[in-house]
């Protein structure tokens, strides 16, 4: 009997998940928001991680549901609901629980649960696993199996997709393990590298965006001093990228639903353990203080330029966490935003790439706009928080048309070509 596949979760790990594997397999997508079922199954995915030609090609093999009942018949459950943080940067493993608890109502001897949300070591044989046994009343390895595989999803990159990114399988015993991975072999034509235990999958992924995050954390500090000396530190990075071996990154702010995240889960466990991270605690500290910073030069950019900061007009491009992508989840531009506000600016947003009544899911903005480059009002600073390719193609007469003369433009991303103060 082939396997039958349930994907709990469709955000954007589990919906490209889920088409990846309804090419060769029975699939069911299960949500617990009806109207992103009601969505998908008319062919809309409202992150623009799958088109509407994709969303047809699979609709015979793939059903998309709220109802627990629907995924009762599927022998292997993967779970990709999100691991967020609270607000004191705790993980909050509320959906990873929740989900391991409704798996559990309906779990069946043989049955093996997946689980590809970003955790901490331990966390699925110590938590989730638990809930399972609880709620089904059968024992691990013996009447059901887990494995885990970490999502390796990057949220608007049409050229990276799933299927093209090298995939971290596990299992929880060797044979399953070996079955997990000829699972995901079986879709994933970058090919496989299986753990030698669920711990070692799990460490991995949470150490993949770590890393990105200590490194971007050292370019952000020195971008802080080098500004402070008055140097460019775009050219310096220029110059050093010249060594073979130096890792060019340049500075910027790190939100989404992993860099700006995952690290909290790894100095969580760490610090449970009695071992303080510092280093890692302290490149958080710096990224998380970029937008505050780069506000703080607005306000000294307008003061230097003789404009007034109470009631001035300020244009924020961009809102999503990163480029060509409507993904606004842990966005570091609503902290510029905040700070801007705080010196009693009027804040106008214009990001091309998010619905309107989107942000009310995730926080409370205000001052959304249409395309200012179509209107009549007039800036005193326009800050370029996002390189979406609408706003790489502008030019210098675009700024000019909708600004007060001298405008004050503020790059955060290298998209303009004489800035007033780039990042």
């Not at 997946?114 to 013996?142: A, D, H, M, Q």
Request: proline share 5%.
């Amino acid at each position: 009997m082939q396997d039958k596949i349930a994907i709990i979760g469709l955000g954007y790990v589990g919906l490209p998940l889920a088409h990846a594997f309804a090419e060769k397999y029975e699939v069911v997508g299960f949500d617990i928001n009806q109207d992103r079922v009601d969505e998908l199954q008319k062919g809309y995915d409202r992150t623009l991680e799958l088109s509407s030609v994709q969303l047809l090609e699979i609709k015979e093999k793939i059903a998309f549901t709220t109802a627990v009942g629907d995924i009762a018949s599927c022998n292997i459950y993967i779970v990709t609901v999100p691991t967020p943080i609270d607000s004191g940067n705790r993980p909050d493993l509320t959906p990873l629980i929740k989900s391991s608890q409704t798996i559990g109502t309906i779990l069946k001897k043989n049955d093996i649960v997946i689980y590809e949300s970003t955790v901490y070591p331990g966390v699925t044989e110590e938590v989730c696993v638990p809930e399972l046994e609880k709620i089904s009343g059968l024992k691990f390895n013996e009447d059901f199996f887990a494995g885990y595989s970490p999502e390796r999803i990057n949220p608007g990159d049409k050229e990276h997709t799933v299927k093209k990114i090298l995939k971290v399988t596990s299992g929880s015993t060797p044979q399953i393990a070996q079955k997990v991975d000829n699972l995901y072999k079986s879709i994933i034509s970058a090919g496989t590298h299986m753990a030698s235990s669920i711990k070692v999958a799990e460490a991995s992924k949470v150490i993949e965006n770590t890393q990105r995050d200590v490194n971007i954390a050292l370019i952000n500090e020195l971008a802080l001093i080098f500004d402070t000396m008055g140097i460019d530190t775009t050219e310096v990075i220029e110059a050093a990228a010249t060594k073979w071996n130096f890792i060019k990154l340049t500075p910027g702010l790190v939100g989404g639903h992993c860099i700006g995240v995952d690290p909290y889960y790894l100095t969580f466990k760490a610090e449970e353990l009695g071992y303080k991270p510092n280093l890692i605690l302290g490149a958080r500290q710096i990224n998380n203080s970029m937008g505050k910073y780069i506000a703080e030069k607005t306000v000294k950019q307008m003061i230097a330029h003789d404009k007034r900061i109470k009631d001035t007009n300020i244009l924020v491009l961009g809102v999503t966490f990163k480029e060509n992508c409507p993904d606004m989840r842990n966005t570091k531009v609503v902290d510029i935003i905040d700070e801007l506000k705080s010196y009693g600016c009027n804040v106008d947003i214009y990001d091309p790439w998010v619905d309107k009544d989107e942000p009310k899911q995730h926080y409370e903005l205000e001052g959304l706009i249409d395309d200012p480059f179509k209107a009549d009002k007039k800036y005193d600073a326009i800050v370029a928080a996002v390189a979406h390719d609408q706003f790489c193609a502008l030019s210098h007469e675009d700024y000019a048309r909708i600004s007060t003369p001298e405008p004050v433009l503020i790059d955060v991303k290298g998209i303009i070509k004489e800035p007033s103060w780039r990042l």
